[in-house]
């Protein structure tokens, strides 16, 4: 199997839920697989401004979906938030890139709780079956939201931050890696696109934190 596509379980909120080195959780009880972030477009609405990033992004983050969706054999993939990065990024390639994607997993039912930059950006096409809310979605004891915030009676599960950690090593070796960051009451994914940039993050004392390191999810939790 590939290794970045074996789930490393971490007990969350009374529930084992599993981590991904693909930077995606995936909820056992409900087969429902849960990625934030993909930014799909923002190369696209880069190069469209004159900046050069590198080409086929949207094809690697999405031949890292087909991965996930094939390993857990998830019935249902929730997107917490920024799935299009910009209206420059709704680019003709691009949409029939994920239309092409969305029929060949048909049978998966898809959420889209929608971001800031989605607000901006538009939801999907409605041909793509995606539905899209505003959030959050409660489905006890998770809700599934975009920001990170604390919400009354659930333990949420969101992305919008990015967040990676520095780890240091011998001879004052520094590593900046993303993370799976979980608070007492909140919980922040790693941003699942290839082309996203990390925030750096202070967990509290009692934190959990995993860091995605090459194909391998790592507890490092202090």
Request: proline letters at 6%; one cysteine or more; a negative charge.
């Amino acid at each position: 199997m590939n290794p970045m596509v074996e789930g490393t379980e971490a007990v969350i909120a009374g529930e084992t839920l599993e981590l991904f080195a693909a930077r995606a959780v995936f909820r056992r009880s409900t087969r429902t697989l849960l990625v934030a972030d993909p930014h799909f477009g923002k190369a696209a609405a880069f190069r469209a401004a004159g900046v050069f990033v590198p080409e086929a992004t949207t094809a690697a983050t999405l031949a890292r979906l087909d991965a996930l969706l094939e390993a857990t054999s998830a019935r249902r993939l929730i997107f917490l938030g920024d799935f299009l990065h910009a209206k420059e990024g709704r680019h003709p390639g691009t949409l029939q890139t994920l239309s092409q994607w969305r029929l060949r997993h048909s049978a998966v039912e898809m959420i889209l709780v929608r971001g800031n930059h989605d607000e901006c950006a538009g939801d999907p096409p409605e041909a793509m079956r995606i539905v899209c809310v505003d959030g959050p979605v409660l489905e006890p004891p998770f809700a599934y939201a975009h920001r990170p915030r604390e919400i009354r009676d659930a333990y949420v599960l969101a992305g919008h931050l990015h967040p990676g950690v520095v780890l240091l090593g011998a001879g004052r070796q520094r590593e900046r890696l993303a993370c799976f960051w979980f608070g007492s009451r909140v919980g922040v994914l790693p941003a699942f696109g290839e082309f996203t940039g990390l925030a750096d993050v202070a967990p509290a004392p009692g934190d959990g934190v995993w860091v995605v390191a090459d194909d391998q999810v790592v507890d490092v939790s202090g």
